[in-house]
């Protein structure tokens, strides 16, 4: 079992900045990818970026690209979101997902944070 705990959000203004961090505990020497997902009020749960474990490759959605970044701490078994030029539309609880394999669709991952929620807005 591994358990995710995200913190980090809150209410920013447009064109600001936040930076989102979950931690993981438990059996996580097998963890392949985390990452983060994102559901919008009244939307689907979509992909934002995640990072292989081993080799801190990143990927992200094309809707986040250039403007986020997402960085792991082996150490301390923690992911990083630094989400930067934020927009309303940025608005959104985010997860923190993780999985021992190798497809990083929402399905596949194994373990979900609770959630933590992303506000933009004047």
């Known amino acids: 079992q591994v358990q995710l705990v995200e913190s980090g959000g809150g209410l920013v203004q447009p064109g600001g900045s936040l930076r989102l961090s979950c931690v993981a505990s438990?059996?996580?020497?097998?963890?392949?990818?985390m990452g983060w997902f994102r559901q919008a009020p009244g939307k689907e749960r979509e992909f934002v970026a995640v990072i292989r474990w081993s080799s801190g490759i990143p990927y992200y959605a094309d809707s986040v690209k250039g403007r986020f970044i997402i960085s792991r701490e082996n150490a301390k078994t923690t992911v990083y979101l630094q989400m930067n030029r934020l927009k309303p539309e940025d608005t959104a609880v985010y997860y923190c997902?993780?999985?021992?394999?190798?497809?990083?669709?929402?399905?596949?991952?194994?373990?979900w944070g609770k959630g933590t929620l992303v506000t933009v807005s004047s």
């Open positions: 438990g059996h996580t020497f097998s963890i392949a990818h």
């Open positions: 997902a993780a999985t021992y394999g190798m497809v990083v669709r929402e399905s596949a991952m194994d373990y």
